[in-house]
């Protein structure tokens, strides 16, 4: 059984995936203020994270740091229709990017969506380091029949 990484086209296949969705965001009113108007770094950033979350190479943790992600979330004071926006419009990314429509790996995408985004949501909101979420590294991802080890770092 191939890692969601591998099943999603590896790094040419999650940037296409990122690229899409982030453009997406960009032209949302709802979420747009969030992002403001874009960095140019950011769908590399996604692209890195979502590729070690899905058992593929762990650049986003040697190179940036799942501190890095808690800092930019931070006093952004996202809500939760932001949140479940965000979500409908990552898994329509996954349509518009021509990603594998197989219902395993779709709703293994939307799991780790739905709990990034809750974990985006607690730490936009935290006012101390205590109201954090407990999550403080990238989390790996697997999806039935993969029992790949998440990469070393």
Excluded: C, K
């Amino acid at each position: 059984m191939p890692t969601l990484f591998e099943f999603a086209g590896g790094l040419e296949g999650l940037h296409r995936l990122e690229q899409t969705f982030y453009d997406s965001v960009l032209n949302d009113p709802l979420l747009q203020p969030l992002f403001g108007a874009g960095q140019p770094q950011h769908v590399d950033h996604l692209t890195a994270f979502t590729a070690e979350s899905f058992g593929g190479p762990d650049r986003f943790s040697r190179e940036l740091g799942f501190a890095h992600l808690i800092a930019i979330h931070r006093g952004l004071h996202i809500t939760e229709q932001q949140r479940q926006r965000f979500v409908d419009l990552y898994m329509t990314a996954l349509d518009t990017a021509a990603m594998p429509d197989d219902p395993a790996f779709r709703e293994a995408v939307r799991e780790h969506v739905e709990f990034g985004s809750q974990v985006a949501l607690q730490n936009s909101n935290a006012t101390t380091d205590a109201d954090l979420h407990p999550l403080h590294e990238v989390p790996h991802w697997t999806w039935p029949g993969d029992n790949t080890p998440p990469p070393s770092t």
